[in-house]
């Protein structure tokens, strides 16, 4: 189940998201949309980056039965930019960014694995027959 906290007009297919979500867990997800500004300053405040992102991730650390996994806050200006960039919907460019916020709330993490987050990513976005915009413009980070 995903508990959306949309703060923008972006149009969110949440029956989509949660097709890919139950590919990988039952738990809920909180997932928020916001701006720039928003993910700016979280991305400041959790990592030290002060500039902003396209998705943040944030799992609870202790499970507890019926509580979210986490949340996934994702930028509606990086889903509106990149989709326009790559020539896709926006509700791709989002289920693209959602796919990776969700593998770092279950333990992913491509900044220290050896593949297995990308490879993972790689396989939903076929399963789910999404533009493989993420792969290619991730390969190489």
Do not use: W
Not at 12 to 19: F, I, P
Not at 82 to 89: C, I, L, S, Y
Not at 94 to 108: K, R, T
């Amino acid at each position: 189940m995903i508990e959306l906290d949309n703060q923008t007009d972006l149009d969110v297919d949440t029956d989509a998201l949660e097709k890919i979500a139950s590919e990988l867990t039952d738990a809920p997800i909180e997932l928020i949309i916001t701006d720039n500004d928003t993910i700016r300053e979280l991305n400041a405040q959790y990592r030290d980056k002060d500039k902003p992102t396209d998705v943040l991730s944030f799992p609870i650390e202790q499970a507890i039965p019926g509580m979210p996994l986490g949340s996934i806050v994702i930028s509606e200006a990086y889903v509106t930019q990149k989709a326009a960039e790559f020539g896709h919907k926006k509700s791709d460019e989002l289920a693209l960014l959602f796919i990776h916020g969700l593998l770092h709330l279950i333990g992913y993490d491509h900044e220290i694995d050896n593949g297995e987050m990308r490879a993972k990513e790689e396989s939903l976005i076929e399963q789910f027959a999404l533009p493989k915009s993420l792969i290619v413009r991730t390969r190489d980070q």
